[in-house]
């Protein structure tokens, strides 16, 4: 009887990071497991690509090829680039289940510390509260205090804030309204200052 608790394995989509316009529209599911850092592959079929899809690479421990160690779970995040058998894939999207688990162990995965991400903001921001609050009030047509995520992103690199794909998302979520694509601004904004 195995009395190990079960494997915490993280899942996302990928593609491959290439110039072959055949490979680019491939698609993958890349599981990380985190407790051996191991990686296991499957590419999704595409009807008429010429690719089987299925298994693509069973589990194994993967060394970046940077550091000569295996990927550490800190390098493990939306919009990560990592090489596998000489193929470099960029990590699109999460399952919920990995979001999750990368959220309640923010110590780990650092791109998912919402109050590092808090704090950095609070510096880059300080004293411009006032002038990012009317910018989401004139995007806020209806007066609802929410703002569409593009919105967001466009508001915040108007003020010279460019945040990974991983940071933005969990910026997001926090100040998410219900599973929308809006952003509950008044209270983002009340916790930067």
């Known amino acids: ?9 993280l899942q996302f989509t990928a593609s491959l990071v ?3 316009k055949n490979d680019k529209q491939r698609e993958f599911v890349i599981a990380y497991y985190v407790e051996d850092r191991a ?6 079929l595409i009807p008429n690509s010429g690719f089987r899809g299925g298994k ?3 589990k194994t421990v993967v060394n970046n090829p940077k550091s000569g160690k295996p990927y550490d779970p800190s390098e493990i995040f939306i919009g990560a680039v990592i090489e596998i058998a000489g193929r470099q894939f960029c990590l699109q999207e999460a399952s919920e289940d990995a979001l999750k688990v990368m ?10 510390d919402l109050a590092l991400i808090m704090n ?4 880059k921001l300080h004293g411009k509260c006032p002038q990012l609050l009317v910018q989401f009030q004139q995007r806020d ?16 690199a108007k003020n010279g804030i460019v945040l990974g794909d991983q940071e933005f998302l969990t910026l ?8 929308s694509d809006k952003f509950k601004y008044q209270e983002f904004i009340e916790n930067l200052v």
């Open 141 to 156: 047509t209806r007066k609802t205090q929410r703002v569409s995520l593009l919105d967001t992103e466009d508001i915040l």
């Open 172 to 179: 997001f979520r926090r100040f998410q309204y219900i599973d």
């Open 1 to 9: 009887m195995d009395l190990r608790p079960p494997a915490t394995v």
């Open 56 to 58: 693509f690479m069973q």
């Open 18 to 20: 290439t110039r072959d």
């Open 120 to 123: 950095q903001l609070r510096e």
């Open 39 to 44: 990686f296991a592959i499957s590419e999704r």
């Open 103 to 112: 959220e309640a162990r923010s110590d780990v995965f650092t791109k998912c």
